[in-house]
Nanobody
Framework: QVQLVESGGGSVQTGGSLTLTCTGS????????VGWFRQAPGKEREAVGC????????????TYSDSVKSRFTISKDYTDNTLHLQTNGLKPEDTAVYYC?????????????????????WGPGTQVTVSS
């Protein structure tokens, strides 16, 4: 069964860090494009970043939204079939439920989507709360 599950959320103070993990089951996650999104109460879901799926001679490259660039980092863990979202320098405005998603297109080549409508498999989300 194809499934995504996020973990690693929590409560931190301004300037703190969290490592969020997206775990895939039923498919080899590093070979699929994956997006990270977040949604705060009363707001639309917004992109945090995304990373291309790996190809035969290609390693996925991450893309970030302007609001998190230089603070957040997306990486892959090939041994655990996971993706990580390292969040540093957290601000109260980063408070949201964070989701990972994939379109389940294998070996799609370079490129990933910052539009949530392009993805059709989502995890249940993990809450990140940043206090001032």
């Amino acid at each position: 069964q194809v499934q995504l599950v996020e973990s690693g959320g929590g409560s931190v103070q301004t300037g703190g860090s969290l490592t969020l993990t997206c775990t895939g089951s039923g498919f080899h996650l590093p070979y699929y494009r994956v997006g990270w999104f977040r949604q705060a109460p009363g707001k639309e879901r917004e992109a945090v970043g995304c990373i291309d799926g790996d190809g035969r001679e290609y390693r996925g490259v991450p893309t970030y939204s302007d609001s998190v660039k230089s603070r957040f980092t997306i990486s892959k863990d090939y041994t655990d079939n996971t993706l990580h979202l390292q969040t540093n320098g957290l601000k109260p405005e980063d408070t949201a439920v964070y989701y990972c998603a994939t379109d389940l297109v294998f070996n799609a080549g370079p490129g990933c989507y910052m539009n949530p409508r392009k993805y059709d498999r989502w995890g249940p989300g993990t809450q990140v709360t940043v206090s001032s």
